[in-house]
């Protein structure tokens, strides 16, 4: 159960910031259907890495893709993972620090809210997953329930018509959208990662499927209470949906104003983000290198994400650099790299066993 | 701990936000001057004076008006600033107050910096102000009870949503009716009452002797009048809470009266509770008077398979009687359900005249449309369709039932038993 919470965990922050607009551009008033469709089309991958921690349990994914590709390929690999872990959560902290800046510290510079983040972060990267995954663990009840407080006060604004008509811009659009937006989940390479910090098949099983399935139904939770609340024409124009509808909560005199309540969830679920990205970016480039230590790696690590966050010159740039450029460059790339290790993986079990056994080579001679 | 530590650190000062810095501004209101300057009226709340004379002072004691001219909204909001020692700030607004002038133009003139200021909240109350710059209204406002002005603008907006004489409006649905597509909205109107602005003396109110109110009431051709700022009326404030726009794409096209408004909350769904009179036509000269509370919501079925269209409304309501003409003997089954009759098809008919009103301009703010979105399959053809000219022609059928489930704490009405003591 820890881990599926963790991946839940993993993959939550994302909804709270620029997300939602993304599917709302794509879905219109079906915005809610497409994380259902997305996981359809994720079905052949997750089962790629369920079946590939069947038989690598041990290992990572860049040792794995160095006992299939050969020596030469880890490095690679590992440069190849660690610079998405790196990208990804440094752009994510740009995302999460203008969020920040909206909302509460108008006038503050981004390194005040990524700073704090990156170091505490780091302490928990340190720490390794276990303890991350225990925070967690801790911290769920307190995180579930807040988010399932905000969508059911939502609920009291919200307008169900919004989000007829249902299938929002025609079935082969949301289909075909949806497909392109596969990309938004990639973060399932996180499982991959995490593969030798599961116990056994079935927790590996329980955390790809209904982990995700759970992330799958939370947004989508999110999106219905999101598209509930703001029509189809204007829902993408909303620069944080979840934060906005957090801020739309008004019940009688003394229910108002409890957007504070849920940053603080939001903070502490960026934080648990932020702590995995830093320790699978330090694992997969300790692993690619064949290091024995993942934690030299930490401190370097955070520093490049810093340096990331930085990059784009506005949160518009981040957003669409993230979203439309970067996942859906490096998602086909990891999809190739599942696909070629359980063929590589299929050939060498099928070349075994058409190997002669010793027993019958000595009865031929 | 790491975090917190450097939360602390690495924040610095520039984000403090001292409330003894700050002039919270309660609400506002936004005019537009002959040459398009937007003039702002900000109502700043006074803390210490509120604090020492809790419910004892007005509201001119416990807040400040500050006005101030710019070519834009914000440009005026940044120029509050000049004109208090502390710095403004919008956290606390409750309530937005926008002129005719304005509303005319479209409420997208002014809106989109309330949706993008972090400051604002989409749960901002805005009224229409008719019949004088909104400004007005600030400088004029008199509340009966609510000295405090954020509790001021929060139980105007409970009594418009409970009274239904006036419909509530918050940034968030209007903004939402403004984007979205076939839909219309209604803005609840301010506007002053000249009837009790003549009783104002400075700070204080001084009603009419009762010869001279009654002398006007008479001298008026509508005597029970519920269209905004022509009610016939002594005392209270200076403000009649009472009517509605209807905002059409938001642009304000019409004004509807108390009644209409209380019509069309029944319409919308919105409607909670309120007391009604209907001319009893068994009595002439009489009413049943009764207080009908919301009961089934507002069933909307869209024929769209003939031409023109043909829309069938049906819903609800339940009634406690409250008056009854006297020698009518009416207390018994086959009363009520006389009653019944009568209110029913007096709301009915009430509410078919609004909706023709609406088709006459046309105006859909009952969001007649809802059926067909939701057999609509794609976004596409559901912006394709033409409802405004759908419903501009469409045969409509209301009905609304009313159910008498109570009679009171009184049975039959008393009256003077008619005897002859000759007999």
């Known amino acids: 159960m820890e881990s599926f919470f963790l991946i839940a965990a993993y993959f939550s922050p994302a909804i709270f910031l620029g997300l939602p607009r993304l599917y709302a551009t794509d879905g219109g008033s079906a915005l809610w259907l497409m994380p259902f469709i997305i996981f359809l089309f994720l079905i052949p991958v997750l089962w790629m890495i369920v079946h590939l921690y069947k038989n690598y349990p041990d290992q990572s994914l860049v040792q794995i893709i160095g006992r299939l590709w050969g020596p030469w390929a880890q490095p690679l690999a590992g440069l190849f993972f660690c610079v998405f872990f790196v990208i990804f959560t440094g752009l994510f902290l740009r995302q999460f620090s203008v969020m920040i800046n909206v909302s509460m510290l108008a006038t503050s510079q981004p390194s005040v809210t990524i700073l704090p983040l990156l170091l505490a972060g780091i302490i928990g990267a340190l720490q390794g997953p276990q303890i991350i995954s225990r925070t967690n663990w801790v911290l769920m009840p307190l995180n579930l329930g807040i988010f399932l407080i905000m969508i059911a006060a939502s609920l009291r604004t919200a307008t169900p018509v919004y989000i007829a008509p249902l299938l929002g811009p025609g079935i082969d659009l949301l289909l075909w959208r949806s497909f392109l937006r596969t990309p938004t989940l990639l973060d399932i390479l996180i499982i991959p990662v995490l593969f030798p910090f599961f116990r056994q098949l079935s927790h590996c099983r329980m955390s790809t499927w209904y982990g995700l399935g759970f992330v799958v139904f939370m947004y989508s939770l999110g999106l219905l209470a999101f598209g509930m609340n703001f029509p189809a024409e204007a829902s993408s124009d909303i620069a944080f949906p979840l934060f906005q509808l957090a801020r739309n909560i008004s019940i009688g005199r003394f229910f108002q104003r409890l957007e504070v309540l849920f940053v603080v969830v939001w903070v502490i679920l960026s934080l648990l983000k932020v702590m995995l990205s830093l320790y699978a970016a330090a694992a997969c480039f300790s692993h690619g290198i064949g290091a024995p230590y993942y934690r030299p790696y930490i401190w370097p690590m955070a520093v490049l994400i810093y340096t990331v966050a930085f990059i784009p010159v506005n949160y518009l740039v981040a957003l669409h650099w993230e979203w439309n450029y970067l996942r859906n460059a490096m998602a086909p790339v990891f999809v190739l790299i599942l696909i070629s290790l359980i063929l590589l993986h299929w050939r060498k079990t099928k070349n075994k066993s058409e190997l002669p056994r010793e027993g019958e080579q000595l009865s031929a001679k | ?423």
């Open chain 2, 1 to 423: 701990m790491i975090l917190l530590i450097c939360a602390a650190v690495t924040g610095g000062c520039s984000d403090k936000s001292e409330l003894e810095q700050r002039a919270f501004v309660l609400d506002m209101a936004i005019d537009r001057g002959n040459q398009n300057e937007y003039i702002l009226t900000g109502r700043v709340g006074v803390p210490a004076a509120a604090s020492s004379k809790t419910h004892a002072g007005s509201p001119e004691e416990s807040s400040k008006v500050l006005t101030a001219v710019g070519r834009s909204v914000p440009e005026a909001l940044s120029l509050l600033n000049s004109q208090a020692e502390r710095r403004a700030s919008y956290v606390q607004c409750r309530s937005i107050l926008i002129s005719e002038a304005i509303a005319h133009d479209g409420l997208q003139t002014i809106i989109d910096t309330f949706n993008r200021y972090r400051e604002f909240r989409k749960t901002i109350a805005i009224s229409l102000i008719k019949g004088s710059p909104a400004r007005e209204m600030l400088l004029l406002d008199m509340p009966i009870l609510e000295m405090g002005i954020a509790r001021l603008v929060e139980s105007i907006a409970d009594v418009e949503r409970e009274s239904n004489f006036a419909p509530y409006a918050n940034l968030l649905q209007l903004s939402n009716a403004l984007a979205a597509s076939h839909r219309d909205s209604l803005i609840p109107v301010i506007s002053i009452n000249p009837q009790v602005l003549e009783e104002k003396k400075g700070t204080m109110l001084r009603p009419k002797p009762s010869v001279d109110f009654i002398e006007s009431v008479e001298s008026t051709p509508n005597i029970v009048n519920t269209q905004p700022g022509e009610m016939n009326r002594s005392g209270g404030t200076p403000a009649d809470l009472i009517g509605a726009g209807v905002l059409v794409q938001g642009k304000l096209a019409v004004y509807l009266s108390g009644e209409e408004s209380r019509i069309a909350s029944i319409l919308r769904n919105t409607y909670q509770t309120g007391i009604w009179k209907f001319p009893d036509s068994r009595a002439p000269g009489k009413y049943v008077s009764v207080v009908l509370m919301h009961s089934t919501p507002m069933q909307i079925k869209v024929d769209t398979s003939v031409q023109p269209i043909r829309i069938q409304m049906a819903s609800e309501v339940e009634g406690v009687l409250m008056e009854v003409p006297a020698y009518l003997n009416t207390i018994n089954e086959a009363g009520l359900q006389e009653m019944e009759a009568l209110i029913s098809q007096s709301l009915s008919q009430q509410a078919l005249q609004l909706i023709e009103r609406m088709q006459s301009i046309p105006a859909d703010p009952f969001d007649l449309v809802r059926p067909l979105q939701w057999r609509t399959w794609t976004l596409s053809a559901f912006e394709r369709l033409p409802w405004r000219e759908m419903f501009q022609t469409a045969e409509v059928n209301v009905t609304i039932h009313a159910h008498l489930r109570r009679i009171g704490t009184h049975g039959e009405p008393v009256a003077p038993t008619v005897t002859f003591w000759g007999e």
